[in-house]
Every structure is written in C-alpha cells, then in structure tokens.
C-alpha cells in the first residue's frame, strides 16, 4: 500500500498571505494525485486531479504542482473561506490511499 | 446536476448489521464508478469499497472491512448500496457515497453516521 504523507499537519497563515502544502508518497504515483478540501460539517470537495488540474469551479488561485513521489498545493492568497482541512489522495496503485490531512488555520 | 444522497445510517451495537443507500441524480450510477469512503470521528478518509461499470465487474473492499461488508449496486433505482455486518466499534464513522472516475472522487454525498456502541 503506497503511503502519502502530508506536511504540515497544521499551517497557520494570514488572510491574503500564500500558503504551500506537501504531499508526499512512498513510491512514485506519476501524476495520479488529487487534492480535496474539507471544511467543518461538509463533505470533501474535490479541488485538483491528475497533479495538476483544477477541477471544474475551482478558482485559480489554487495550483498544484509535482509528479513522482513529490507534490504541493499551493494557495496564492488566502481567503477566509480557504481555511480548512486538505487531503491529498493517490489513484496510481491499488488501494488508493489518502493523506492525513493538512489544516490550514488563521493565523 | 450531480447528487448523491446517503440514508440508513444511526446507532447499533456490536456484532449488528446495517444496510446503507446512495441515490443517485444527474447522472447513470451503473455507467459510474462509485464508491464508499468513510471518516471515523476527528480523523483522515479512508477508501474502503469499489464497484467498476457492469462490463467489467470490478469489486474491491479494504482489508479491514473484507468479509463483513458488501458493496453492491440497485440498477432499477440508480443506487448504491453497502451492507454492513458484524459491526465493531471502530466502524464508528461518517460514510460518504462517492463517484470515482479515473481515480478521482469527484462527487461526494453528504455522508451518513454509523454509531457502533452498546
């Protein structure tokens, strides 16, 4: 079972400021990797696939970027509705496999 | 548009059975990919059941739930379903119905909680 692991568990960033999230896994997934956003009480959003590609109504400031076993989230300016939690999640080997989470909090 | 909608979740006890529903809209479930993803209290998502398209009959469970759960899908109603038996504590979760495609869950219902507790 491929493990991803993300990094850091808790990000703390101002309104406005840019934030970057790590992801990484265990053995080299391609570009099988997707990124989801859960706020409190809600169910998972999907918000990038394929590594790279945002999903359909995501806006742009969300990139994310990498292949093999390293990839990253990147939010270029944080809005008070990004504050949440981030999952990243592979699709390359059976089972696919989320990450822990990374909480993205007011700082 | 796309809905998926979660029911027959609540309180049971150890070693009970519960069958839990996805209705889908918007689109064909038996042309989908589906799946059931839960997230047991405070913690991260885990995939735990698969069904493939009709045409090629694929069926995954995780290992922590194989030979206890059952994913299936109702054609006549557009749904999906997952049988639970022999329930234990840690099923305690919140379970979501998902739609996979290419590896990518791309819509998720609200989610369903699963209370196993004496």
């Known amino acids: 079972e491929i493990v991803m692991t993300q990094s850091p568990a808790t990000l703390s960033v101002s309104p406005g400021e840019r934030a970057s999230l790590s992801c990484r896994a265990s053995q080299s997934v391609g570009s099988k990797l997707a990124w989801y956003q859960q706020k409190p009480g809600q169910a998972p959003r999907l918000l990038i696939y394929g590594a790279s590609t945002r999903a359909t109504g995501i806006p742009a400031r969300f990139t994310g970027s990498g292949s093999g076993t390293e990839f990253t989230l990147t939010i270029s300016s944080l809005q008070s509705e990004d504050f949440a939690l981030y999952y990243c999640?592979?699709?390359?080997?059976?089972?696919?496999?989320f990450g822990q989470g990374t909480k993205v909090e007011i700082k | 548009q796309v809905q998926l909608v979660e029911s027959g979740g609540g309180l049971v006890k150890p070693g009970g059975s519960l069958r839990l529903s996805c209705a889908a809209s918007?689109?064909?479930?038996?042309?989908?990919?589906m799946s059931w993803v839960r997230q047991a209290p405070g913690k991260g998502l885990d995939l735990i059941a698969y069904i493939g398209i009709s045409s090629d009959n694929a069926i995954y469970h995780a290992d922590s739930v194989k030979g206890r759960f059952t994913i299936s899908r109702d054609n006549a109603k557009n749904s999906l379903n997952l049988q639970m038996n022999s329930l234990r504590a840690e099923d305690t979760a919140i379970y979501y119905c998902?739609?996979?495609?290419?590896?990518?869950?791309?819509?998720w219902g609200q989610g369903t909680l699963v209370t196993v507790s004496s």
């Open positions: 918007g689109f064909t479930s038996t042309g989908s990919y």
């Open positions: 998902t739609r996979a495609r290419s590896g990518t869950f791309d819509y």
């Open positions: 999640q592979q699709s390359n080997n059976w089972p696919w496999t």
